[in-house]
């Protein structure tokens, strides 16, 4: 099966069937850094190609993005992509690469029904996927993964978090997912989007694939707080890593010479070592559900 390009925008492989209903778009390297599946999406796509992998109906779209970033090596050319995803940006007439290339992404989602964006994380972790707090998506997940399921709530931090590919698809009323498949450099992070990828195809019918484990569950966790520095001079107290469990009263940070402890039990998730900024996120605080 050939593919072509999507409106001729480069990096993007269509392979479609005659037979229209959903399309499906898989896109990742929205950042640099997270390069955990490099060999497999060429996989996929020859795999497809030479008919070894059979596109049964529908649409699907692979995508792959910040290429001027892949260029220099770094994490973003000029803009985290994954904010861009407002009329602000889409709307302008900027002729900066990561907000044409936001654009390009736009009209893609805008043709997709289901979203599945794949990133990877730089601290030590376990798989995890982000969906929305809705029956259809949490549901969709059980069939596709095993690992941790987040529910994200944007009330919560809206300004700082939205923006991104899967709040763009949840704006359209669409199904999205953005799965962290892994530490960057851990092998097993393209064996996970891999088969992760490969069941949301067959859950829709693209493709004839079965990775499922009858044993498999979900464990769902949600979001509840997010914590921002409130100074130019932030340092964890100790060294934390995902899904690390801390308890209420344990000293977690100095917010320049501020000694905070933690109000309740909670989850640290994505703790940032990296920014320093002033009003920029830290972490977030999570509890289990099941
Ligand atoms: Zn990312």
Redo the contacts with the bound molecule.
């Keep these: 099966m050939k593919y072509t390009k999507f409106n001729n925008y480069s990096n993007t492989f269509v392979f479609d069937t005659w037979i229209k209903w959903e399309s499906i778009t898989i896109f990742w390297w ?2 640099w850094n ?1 390069i955990a599946w490099i060999k497999t999406i060429n996989m996929i796509i020859e795999n497809l190609s030479n008919q070894k992998l059979k596109l049964l109906k529908w649409k699907l779209i692979l995508a792959y993005w910040n290429e001027e970033a892949i260029k220099i090596w770094k994490r973003d050319y000029n803009y985290n992509l ?1 904010r861009l995803f407002k009329d602000e940006y889409l709307k302008s007439n900027s002729d900066e690469y990561e907000i044409i290339r936001a654009k390009q992404l736009s009209e893609i989602m805008n043709k997709s029904d289901v979203l599945l964006d794949i ?1 990877s994380v730089s601290s030590d972790s376990v798989p995890f996927i982000f969906c929305e707090n809705i029956e259809k998506e949490i549901k969709i997940v059980s069939n596709i993964y095993n690992w941790k399921t987040i529910i994200w709530w944007w009330d919560i931090a809206w300004d700082l978090l939205s923006w991104g590919t899967d709040w763009y698809m949840h704006k359209l009323w669409k199904i999205a997912y953005t799965l962290e498949c892994w530490n960057h450099n851990s092998e097993n992070a393209s064996d996970i989007w891999f088969k992760a990828s490969l069941n949301l195809l067959n859950y829709f019918w693209l493709i004839l694939y079965n990775n499922l484990d009858i044993n498999w569950k979900n464990e769902l966790i949600e979001m509840y707080k997010i914590q921002t520095t409130k100074s130019w001079n932030f340092e964890f107290e100790k060294w934390m890593s995902n899904f690390k469990i801390i308890n209420k009263w344990d000293l977690i940070w100095i917010d320049w010479d501020i000694k905070v402890y933690a109000e309740d039990d909670f989850i640290i998730l994505l703790p940032n070592y990296e920014k320093t900024k002033i009003w920029e996120e830290i972490f977030y605080y999570w509890k289990k559900l099941i």
Excluded: D, R
């Design positions: 929205i950042h997270e994954n990133h």
